[in-house]
């Protein structure tokens, strides 16, 4: 049952990523269509004792097997061009976040303070907590407010980095020497974790990312605390 689970795409934390589910099973649905009418016209085919020698072409069915996939993608490219356009409209950000690649740690500056920022580590398993997440926990989570737009700005120093975190549906390329951006929004408190998702060297499983969804309130009582 475990391993049936870990098949699954992660519990949704974010309208885009709710999106992304629903294509996903909606392309999911096409493909097990398309599968189940291939094989069984395929076992039609060799089982029925039906044949016709003067069979040479046949223009009609050919128009047919034509058209019918074609109509067929199009019910996957409109939703997919849709999904594409949503998740690289950047809204009015409430706030905005930078984060930045290192060999190999992140760390974050909150572009809307002054003097808030900091390096995330990840935890070693000897300093890891009974309750902490192998090579996932981090010394300092990124704390961020929910029900709120929030801009993520991705760059790296050294190498290419990815900052990917799948329950909110993001992945943006970390280069050096260009920024990257998108945008999220958390509808839920909680942990979310995520990893680097290029690989990077030698420790590229070693730069995991932590965040931490709050309420406004809370959030603005930490960033008093932090600044």
């Known amino acids: ?35 189940i009418l291939v094989t069984y016209m395929m076992t039609s085919l060799l089982f029925n004792k039906y044949t016709n020698r003067y069979l040479l072409h046949g223009q009609t069915i050919e128009i047919i097997w034509t058209i019918l996939p074609a109509i067929t993608l199009l019910f996957i ?23 930045i690649g290192h060999q190999w740690y992140w760390s974050y500056e909150y572009s ?6 900091f390096d995330s580590y990840m935890i070693p398993t000897n300093d890891l907590s009974d309750n902490g997440f192998r090579l996932l926990d981090v ?13 993520i700005l991705v ?9 990917a975190v799948p329950a909110l549906g993001v992945k943006i390329d970390g280069t050096p020497g260009r920024l990257n951006q998108t945008n999220f929004l ?15 060297g030698a420790n590229h499983s070693f730069m995991p990312i932590v965040i931490e969804s709050i309420p406004m309130n809370y959030f603005m009582k930490w960033i008093t605390n932090n600044i």
């Open 1 to 35: 049952m475990a391993t049936w689970a870990n098949l699954n795409l992660q519990d949704s934390a974010s309208p885009l990523m709710e999106q992304l589910i629903f294509f996903h099973d909606h392309a999911l649905l096409i493909l097990v269509m398309i599968t």
């Open 77 to 99: 490219a409109f939703p997919s061009l849709r999904l594409l356009y949503l998740i690289d409209e950047i809204n009015e950000p409430m706030i905005t976040l930078k984060s």
């Open 112 to 117: 809307d303070f002054t003097n808030l920022e």
């Open 139 to 151: 010394d300092n989570r990124v704390v961020l407010p929910m029900n709120s737009q929030i801009r």
């Open 155 to 163: 760059t790296a120093t050294d190498v290419i980095h990815s900052w």
């Open 186 to 200: 958390i509808n839920r408190p909680g942990l979310y974790y995520g990893q680097c998702s290029e690989i990077c």
